[in-house]
């Protein structure tokens, strides 16, 4: 079917484009669409329907969101059909990619300047419309890494797992954020071309994506670990010795593991702008304190989101006190989100370790650091905030769970249960109720 698909669209341009592809890449791509434009179909009927049902939420909104950047034309059908992608942390980034950082708002250095650097540029042929452009990058960046993932999994197992991996990469409810104005595409498609890179022993490419990855993300720096786990471990080609015990690496070093020296020079690359442009090189981190973040260890993390249940919990019952939440959130819809968040740390948790021998050690590595560098910094109310963004942008849970879905055929019931999901959470969004 592939060689007729190619042969038929030679004679026009779709077909050249197919052509110049390649039948795995096209059948990547266009399984790839499916999924991306299903779950997209579900995000955007749930969103409006919640906006038709619930409105603005405007007392929500304009905290928020007090200058309005996901409704530029003011309550327009333009700010109605982007309003699911537009929400949150959406402001932020457009705000960063309008006005830049600014010494009298430190907390906007809390977020680091590719994304917004892209949406600026994308802007300029759209006469400076900003979110339309972060709808675009984020769109883009999504079928990216979409179509990757297909590809990788394709050549390493079959397609058929390979669309089960990518659907569920799609239908996840936090894979909201794979099309908002969010940086959740764009690192996951710079994080998992950086560890295919170095399973092709290409690490001159592996470190410089990994360096742009952290010029996206805080979290990108870490990309030091899988790719370490890569190269000394990995099943990746090149010659490998003998292994007798676990902890004698696979692969000598070589020069070329210098490369991985890169990643750190985007985080500092951002220090140094950061220097000039406010005065100060270590605003990122000074930043963490605006958004009430602090260090512990993920097992302290993980401790203060069951005590915070807990507290919860007693408070809500009348057997103690506890301090009240930020202004707007119910106590007992609080108390739901926090025990599906920890729920949904234990889901990962379990993927990862049925997923330990599926997938490749440097995958699994990433997927326990990605994990662990969230729970190693909670906001002290709000513990396990943003948990699910956060381990959206590990792919290596996606996969994990794409393989699991695949065996036993449980995608029969997965998928419905996902795309539901899914639609849920999108009202939660849109309606301002929480984010993730």
């Known amino acids: 079917m ?29 399984e790839a669409v499916r999924a991306f434009a299903l ?51 959406s402001t932020w980034y457009l705000k960063i990619a309008g006005q830049g950082y600014s010494v009298t708002e430190p907390a906007r250095s809390a977020f ?21 452009a972060g709808l675009l990058v984020s769109w883009a960046c999504a079928l990216g890494f979409l179509t990757g993932l297909h590809r990788v999994v394709a050549a390493a197992r079959d397609a058929a797992t390979a669309t089960t991996v ?7 409810p936090p894979a909201i954020f794979l099309s908002a104005i969010y940086t959740e595409s764009l690192f996951l498609l710079l994080s ?21 990855a952290a010029s996206c993300r805080s979290i990108g720096i870490l990309l030091v670990v899988p790719l370490a786990v890569e190269y000394l ?14 902890w004698r690496p696979r692969h000598r070093l070589r020069p070329d593991v210098l490369w991985i020296g890169l990643v750190p020079l985007g985080f500092l690359a951002y220090a140094a702008f950061l220097g000039i442009a406010t ?16 260090f512990l260890t993920p097992i302290g993390g993980l401790g203060a989101g069951a005590y915070v249940i807990v507290g919860r919990a007693g408070d809500l019952l009348g057997l103690w006190y506890m301090a009240p939440l930020a202004p707007g959130q119910v106590p007992g819809l609080a108390l739901a989100r926090d025990v599906v968040l920890l729920v949904m740390v234990g889901v990962t948790i379990a993927a990862l370790w049925w997923a330990r021998r599926r997938m490749p050690i440097a995958w699994v590595a990433w997927g326990v650091v990605s994990l662990c560098y969230p729970l190693s910094v909670p906001s002290m109310q709000q513990p396990l905030m943003s948990m699910p963004r956060f381990i959206l942008a ?15 055929r449980r995608m029969r019931w997965v998928a419905p249960t996902l795309l539901v999901l899914q639609a849920l959470w999108s009202v939660l969004f849109v309606s301002w109720t929480w984010a993730a």
Not at 70 to 83: E, Q, Y
Not at 166 to 172: F, G, K, L, N, S
Not at 280 to 289: I, L
Request: proline share 7%.
């Open 166 to 172: 990518v659907r569920v990469a799609a239908y996840v």
């Open 112 to 132: 680091f300047p590719l994304y917004p650097l892209l949406v600026n540029v994308v802007s300029a042929p759209l006469g400076g419309a900003l979110v339309p």
């Open 279 to 294: 005065g100060d090189p270590a605003g990122a981190v000074r930043a963490q304190g605006d958004w009430e973040r602090t």
């Open 192 to 212: 998992f071309a950086a560890l295919v890179a170095a399973r092709r022993d290409r690490w001159a490419l592996a470190g410089l994506l990994a360096a742009v």
């Open 39 to 89: 779950s997209r179909l579900v995000v955007w009927a749930a969103g409006l329907l919640a906006l038709l049902l619930l409105g603005w939420a405007d007392s929500r909104g304009a905290r928020l969101d007090p200058l309005w950047a996901c409704r530029p034309t003011g309550s327009g059908p333009v700010d109605v059909l982007v309003a699911p992608g537009c929400r949150w942390d």
């Open 233 to 246: 471990w990995g099943r990746r080609t090149g010659g490998a010795r003998a292994v007798t015990r676990w």
């Open 2 to 30: 592939s060689d007729s698909l190619a042969q038929t669209g030679a004679r026009g341009p779709r077909g050249a484009f197919a052509e110049a592809l390649g039948p795995a890449w096209t059948g990547a791509l266009r």
């Open 394 to 408: 590990a792919f290596p849970l996606l996969v994990a769970l794409g393989l699991w879905a695949h065996e036993g």
